[in-house]
């Protein structure tokens, strides 16, 4: 299993890294660090047919994630006692423990989980740092999504979204933008 070592340092690093994953409906909404949100589709036999990571995990991470999630979700979601297609966020902790002959066993563990309304959802990138989900199917692309809680909230009304943040200049310069010195100088 050293092969696994570098893939769980660098996943690792990357869920530490990211700081905080958001999402929104009126206001941006923090997701909690160090955990990673993946939008999980289940039909209504209970098998998970779909399951998208908030960040890209290397092909690795990504067969585990799909076997845990496999692991985790062995029922369907019912609704007045018939089985029923369901999604939802699933936030997800990767773990990791040694083992006694050496290297490591990972998995991602349940750490909580918020319902989705049917439709189709797809992570995107708020202000190059922060992620919510967005409908893909609507046509005011503010419409986003967190909580249970945000779903009977009215959309995103304009003086309540979040400004555009400033474009970024590079502060370097190159040798050709500087003023010439006078000949003679030491400079």
């Known amino acids: 299993m050293k092969f696994l070592q570098p893939a769980l340092f660098t996943a690792m690093m990357l869920l530490a890294g990211t700081g905080t ?49 496999d692991e985790l979700i062995n029922q369907p979601a019912t609704d007045h006692g018939r089985p029923v297609a369901s999604q939802f966020v699933a936030n997800l902790a990767l773990t990791v423990t040694p083992r006694r002959e050496g290297g490591y066993d990972a998995r991602f563990a349940f750490v909580s989980g918020s319902p989705v309304p049917s439709g189709s959802w797809h992570w995107v990138h708020v202000d190059g740092h922060r992620l919510a989900l967005a409908r893909q199917d609507a046509f005011d692309r503010g419409v986003r999504l967190h ?41």
């Open 21 to 69: 994953a958001m999402a929104s409906s009126a206001s941006l909404n923090e997701f909690t660090p160090k955990v990673l949100p993946v939008l999980v589709q289940v039909n209504a036999k209970g098998k998970v047919t779909d399951a998208s990571p908030a960040m890209k995990l290397s092909p690795r991470l990504d067969r585990l994630l799909r076997q845990n999630l």
């Open 147 to 187: 909580h249970a809680h945000d779903m009977n909230r009215r959309g995103n009304h304009p003086a309540q979204r979040p400004e555009p943040s400033p474009s970024i200049r590079s502060t370097t310069t190159v040798a050709r933008d500087l003023p010439m010195g006078t000949p003679g100088r030491g400079h």
